[in-house]
């Protein structure tokens, strides 16, 4: 499954090359930021266009495909890469992550807030606190194929329902996906509201907690309870092996690691809260795009009826005038 998704993702890139893609031109919406964009402003930004172009316009957009990505930097940085499918034209990759912004304290300035490191209870995230905290720079980033770099490592892919005709996925060489009953496609606005919702609840980076892994492994959990997808590809966990008499991490990355270390552990997360929170997201999010579509509604129905009662006196006014009828001589009192 994974070979076909790999020579499916390479017939399609080929096809492209040559102007040969079935896509048709290229989306020119307001969902392609011509520069990175902090999630909180595409979100505006989007609304403001399905304002104007109501819900037909809102859902016209649908993810076909996510993938999560590990950079090939010291960093070990990880990102998703949703694949979005219009009608008629080619689709389109963006990137959503989370990076490090500005400090928002003073850091550690105290011995006593260092933890002891020699005590069997320590963790990663309780580290934090001995380092600055930072406003999290979740944003949204154009992307002109699938990833940041080609030596970027795939470690998920998750694709989802997509309302057939006139949409078209790329994967046209995979067998059909054995989705469930439960599975149901994913508006690219539900996706950016959602990492919206996810940066308003964890809205500072920490480096051992709220960070890269947490912000998109967070996300792709939430993807998976909520909407069901088929999961064609995921890397297998890091093994330990020996080297020398000494044991070891295997080389394999998964998600969620650095160098071998888990940062962020996918089964330890809750995420009940911030599917409520998301509910209450997409709530506010679609009711002043149909608030404005009934408007418009009330507006263009308003029209309708004052052109109709502008033909009706038209009519009236070019009928001939008739003229008014002598009443009969009334007959003489006897």
């Known amino acids: 499954m994974h070979l076909l998704f790999i020579f499916s993702q390479f017939y399609h890139k080929v096809l492209e090359f040559l102007g040969m893609s079935s896509g048709g031109d290229k989306w020119s919406g307001c969902e392609i930021p011509s520069v990175s964009t ?96 930072r406003h999290a720079d979740d944003k949204v980033s154009p992307l002109a194929s699938g990833k940041h770099n080609v030596s970027d490592k795939l470690l998920r892919t998750l694709t989802f329902v997509i309302p057939g005709a006139p949409y078209s996925r790329p994967h046209e060489l995979l067998p059909p996906s054995p989705f469930s009953s439960e599975s149901r496609p994913l508006p690219l606005y539900e996706l950016a509201v959602l990492a919206y919702t996810l940066h308003d609840t964890k809205e500072k980076y920490l480096l051992f907690s709220d960070n890269c892994y947490f912000y998109a492994g967070t996300i792709v959990k939430v993807l998976e309870e909520v909407y069901h997808p088929d999961i064609p590809f995921k890397t297998p966990g890091s093994q330990i092996g020996w080297k020398r008499g000494i044991p070891c991490l295997g080389r394999k990355k998964k998600a969620g690691t650095w160098n071998g270390f888990d940062i962020y552990l996918n089964e330890k997360i809750d995420t009940s809260l911030l599917k409520k929170r998301q509910e209450a997201s997409l709530t506010s999010f679609k009711q002043p795009i149909q608030e404005c579509e009934d408007a418009w509604r009330a507006v263009e129905e308003g029209r309708r009826a004052a052109e109709a009662e502008v033909a009706y006196l038209k009519h009236l006014l070019q009928q001939p005038a008739e003229l008014p009828q002598e009443a009969p001589p009334s007959a003489p009192a006897a």
């Open 38 to 133: 902090p999630i909180s402003s595409f979100c505006d930004r989007i609304q403001a266009e399905y304002k104007l172009g109501g819900t037909d316009r809102m859902n016209l957009l649908y993810v076909a495909g996510l993938s999560l990505y590990k950079s090939h930097t010291k960093s070990q940085h990880e990102y998703i890469v949703p694949e979005i499918v219009t009608p008629n034209t080619q689709p389109f990759y963006l990137a959503i992550e989370r990076g490090r912004g500005e400090i928002i304290d003073g850091g550690h300035d105290r011995d006593d807030d260092i933890p002891d490191l020699n005590t069997e209870t320590i963790t990663l995230a309780s580290l934090d606190s001995c380092f600055h905290k």
